[in-house]
């Protein structure tokens, strides 16, 4: 299993990147900036699930907090409504 | 109008796309010697078994048991098979409102749901509207739904995205101290664990 590089309370970029496949990383999340909320375990990695391969080692994942604000720049919402999101740590870098 | 009654209506519709694919791959898997139709039929009936009662039961635990709400939202799978309830391959994350948080459910991608707890999900839940628009705008969503949350209160939406599934612990409704398991577990809606409503209060 590959090794958690980020721990809860880090801050944590998404990846901007726009690679072909199946990809768990939803488009809106890619180049935001958020914090870990915890370590949810390693799962194997489901872009390679999805092309027949084994998908190990498997890969940390992390439920990533958000600030809605921070996503959506005309967030209509309150400053404090947050989004938590599932993602891999292949798709994250320290912020 | 369902299917039911347009076959008593004698109205013929053509199966569709989808339809068309899970009878041909159902019919060459018995006939490989894959599955038998036994097997099919009880695997959808047991499908058709699990209902939010389930999810409604453990709620209710939890809202009399503090211990066991404290270990439902440490490990929401191992707290669930307490009460007999063996959800295998569910990853339960179970999140809870308070006063201050607001939590509510969506998956973007697909339609990741708790069935294991809650059964098979509502067409809204899969459609791109609400997918699409409850990371987008979370209150105006919930408005729809009748449920009006106060500016002072924060709105988490959780976002289901790879291996977790998610259920919301309502808060308990005031006026029901003193109340068994089960009258409060009455209380609890599919749609209050989805996030999208809140429980019924003991008047409603």
Redesign the interface.
Known sequence: MSEARFKPGERVKVLKAYPPGHIRTPHYIRGCVGEVERICGAFPNPEELAQMRDGLPPQPLYRVRFLQKNIWPDYAGSPSDVLEVEIYQHWLEPA | MSDSQDKEQGKYRPLSYFQLMEISLRELLVEKGILTNAQVDAEVENMRSRTPERGARVVARAWVDPGFKTRLLQSGTKACEELGLDLPGL?L?AVENTPQVHNAIVC??CSCYPRMLLGIPPDWYKSRNYRSRM??????VLREFGLSIP??????????????RYMVLPMRPAGTDGWSEGRLAALVSRDSMIGVAVPKGPND
Request: glycine letters at 0%; charged letters at 40%; aromatic letters at 0%.
């Open positions: 990853k994350i973007t991608l990371v987008r705008e979370p209150r105006a500016p002072d209160v924060e709105v988490r939406v959780h976002d289901s995205t790879a291996d977790m």
